[in-house]
């Protein structure tokens, strides 16, 4: 690359670099204003930076006064701590029926396979719009009424399809001699995958997990018709009850703070989802 | 249609196979493989049943129905609702704004997140920490995010930069109608979340190219641009169309996010808001399920397609 071609490379890559900081930047700094300094300072940096709107969300107790509105504390830990374990179970459940399903669908190939994966992808198509008054049906029927398990299984039928045919297409393409080498030396199928094919797919995994996180992260609504009870919401449930005029400072530093710890989850694993997403759709290995 | 033969497993069982034992050894291992690949499947099957089977069941024969708050007595009125659909002028004024917004969100995707991925897929120093950053934007929790986006965009008190973001939205409204900078704010989240997951999604696409294919593209081919068109694009056209249609399910999910944030006091001239505002707001459960159901044909059409353009390259042998 010549000297000119590698500086606009790597302007262009300042470029999308600030692009894509830029809205959390911006949603960052006014979250760190004080009252006076959001009506007088600038937009675009902080002079004196405040954690009140975080800090408030830690509080104790059950309301507060500020101006002449009295506003509810929230139980911002416990809905940290909701979301985690509906997250992590999210993951669990999606990746536990998706690996069997899609080693079936990709090395066993039972007669349509291909309309197996196609029809669970068909899924995506039906429109969510009013889904969730006969979702609430069933959601009462399980006996899940209020609960986080409700959420759970939703967001999982939602990631599966995605999960099912990205690992199937990596299991599929592995090359077959990589089981049957183990099959002639005696293994059983079980012991094959267990040992060879399931270590190996460790990075269609984590892009299977991390498409789940996308997923669950992405959800305000089901999360907000489902849960109602305070102490069983999640953050995206409970922020969402906040009075915009008064408090969007307060919920945009419980958005960043919930984004956190995603945020590292994500910078842990990025590299493995690009390398799942790759590995998945064309070699295999 | 199954290409598959489990001669590894009857080989593993030790058992000499020749003619005829060897075709019924086959046809018995196959079938009991067919047996297990059911059993295997049957978990996450029983999940989507579960949480589509039903309501989707439900979905469907309202819309046949004349159900709503009024009328609980569900009385099958057949087409009733998709006619009245189609006669009402909203309607086809809603399905163009979505066709539109989905056509331009969608085409923004696909461009910043090329662009994206070309960029990053040069080695370079900086590479890793500009993967992570473009990577961000994805990452951050979008359900909430969308919400402190539109907050920022549409200030509710008056900011520091509430004048300036007032005059935007009323020079907007001014040249496309009221509420149009609200739709405007939200898509543009849209296009800033769902370009980095595209970008992320090319450059796993990207890095599956052979490099060879690029030397010798680099031979026959007199500029980039040429490479880009005649090379790149076309090997990427499997990973463009699931992230295409990945892209149809995300662009209505932060509409709906923000109205339902928002109280349902902003309605969106997309298909599936107003599907809300009838159901939600008004009660007519049937016509609410009748325009929802209007977009499948659109995107089971946009479904054939990808499946064509990803099988087929899936059916090619490694």
Redesign the interface.
């Known amino acids: 690359?010549s000297r000119r071609g590698r500086w606009r490379?790597?302007f262009?890559?300042g470029v999308?670099?600030l692009y894509?900081?830029f809205?959390?930047y911006?949603?960052t700094v006014?979250s760190l204003k004080t009252p006076e300094?959001?009506?007088?300072?600038?937009?675009l940096w902080v002079a004196e930076p405040t954690f009140e709107n975080y800090t408030e969300l830690f509080e104790r107790g059950e309301a507060q006064v500020r101006g002449y509105a009295i506003l509810p504390k929230v139980p911002f830990v416990v809905w940290l701590a909701n979301s985690a374990v509906v997250l992590a179970a999210s993951v669990a459940?999606t990746l536990?029926?998706?690996v069997?399903?899609a080693?079936?669908?990709g090395?066993?190939?039972?007669?349509?396979?291909?309309w197996?994966r196609?029809g669970?992808?068909?899924?995506?198509?039906?429109?969510?719009?009013?889904?969730f008054?006969?979702?609430y049906?069933?959601v009462l029927a399980?006996g899940l009424d209020d609960s986080p398990a409700a959420l759970v299984?939703?967001y999982?039928?939602?990631a599966?399809?995605?999960c099912?045919w990205l690992l199937s297409?990596y299991y599929?393409?592995l090359?077959?001699e990589i089981?049957?080498s183990a099959?002639?030396e005696?293994?059983t199928?079980l012991t094959a995958f267990r040992r060879i094919m399931f270590p190996m797919s460790r990075n269609a995994l984590v892009a299977s997990g991390l498409f789940t996180l996308?997923t669950v992260?992405?959800?305000?609504?089901l999360?907000?018709i489902f849960l109602l009870d305070r102490y069983k919401q999640t953050?995206?449930a409970g922020?969402?009850v906040m009075d915009?005029?008064l408090e969007?400072l307060v919920?945009?530093a419980?958005?960043n703070m919930?984004?956190i710890p995603?945020?590292i989850l994500?910078?842990l694993f990025?590299r493995g989802?690009?390398?799942g997403?790759?590995a998945a759709?064309?070699?295999?290995a | 249609m199954s290409s598959y033969q489990p001669e590894a497993a009857i080989r593993s069982s030790g058992v000499a196979v020749s003619g005829v034992r060897r075709s019924r050894a086959v046809q018995v291992a196959r079938r009991r493989d067919a047996w297990v690949a059911y059993a295997l499947m049957a978990p996450a099957l029983a999940i989507v049943a579960v949480v589509m089977a039903y309501p989707v069941a439900w979905e469907v024969w309202t819309s046949f129905t004349a159900f709503s708050v009024r009328d609980e007595g569900r009385a099958f009125v057949g087409v009733a609702n998709y006619r009245a659909m189609l006669a009402d002028t909203r309607f086809w004024y809603a399905l163009v704004v979505t066709i539109v917004y989905f056509a331009v969100t969608t085409g923004m995707k696909l461009a910043l997140g090329l662009g994206m991925a070309l960029l990053l897929v040069r080695p370079s120093r900086l590479r890793g920490l500009v993967f992570l950053a473009v990577f961000l934007p994805w990452a951050y929790p979008g359900g909430v995010t969308v919400v402190a986006w539109y907050w920022m965009l549409n200030p509710p008190l008056i900011t520091s930069y509430s004048l300036l973001a007032g005059n935007i939205k009323h020079a907007v409204d001014g040249v496309l109608g009221a509420g149009a900078w609200a739709f405007i704010s939200v898509a543009l989240f849209n296009v800033w979340r769902g370009g980095s997951f595209t970008a992320v999604f090319l450059l796993a696409g990207l890095n599956a190219i052979p490099t060879e294919l690029f030397d010798y593209a680099a031979l026959e081919t007199r500029n980039g641009w040429q490479r880009l068109r005649h090379v790149t694009l076309p090997l990427l056209r499997p990973f463009m169309a699931l992230a295409i249609f990945l892209s149809f399910t995300t662009a209505f999910a932060d509409l709906a996010n923000v109205w339902m944030l928002t109280g349902g006091r902003i309605i969106f001239p997309v298909i599936g808001t107003y599907a809300y505002w009838l159901g939600i707001r008004n009660g007519q459960f049937a016509e609410a399920a009748a325009w929802s159901l209007s977009l499948v044909p659109l995107l089971a059409v946009a479904l054939l397609v990808l499946f064509r353009w990803f099988d087929r390259r899936a059916e090619q042998p490694a």
Request: aromatic share 8%.
């Open positions: 690359m490379h790597a262009l890559l999308i670099t894509s900081l809205p959390i911006f949603i006014q300094e959001d009506v007088f300072g600038s937009p459940l536990a029926c998706a069997p399903a080693y079936a669908i090395r066993l190939r039972p007669t349509g396979w291909r197996w196609r669970l992808f068909a899924t995506y198509v039906v429109p969510q719009t009013i889904l008054i006969p979702m049906q069933v399980l299984v939703i999982s039928a939602m599966l399809p995605f099912i297409a599929g393409n090359p077959r089981e049957e099959l002639i005696g293994a199928r996308g992260g992405q959800d305000y609504m999360a907000s953050v995206a922020l969402g915009v005029s969007e919920a945009v419980g958005v919930a984004a995603v945020v994500c910078a990025a989802y690009v390398r997403l790759t759709m064309v070699e295999g």
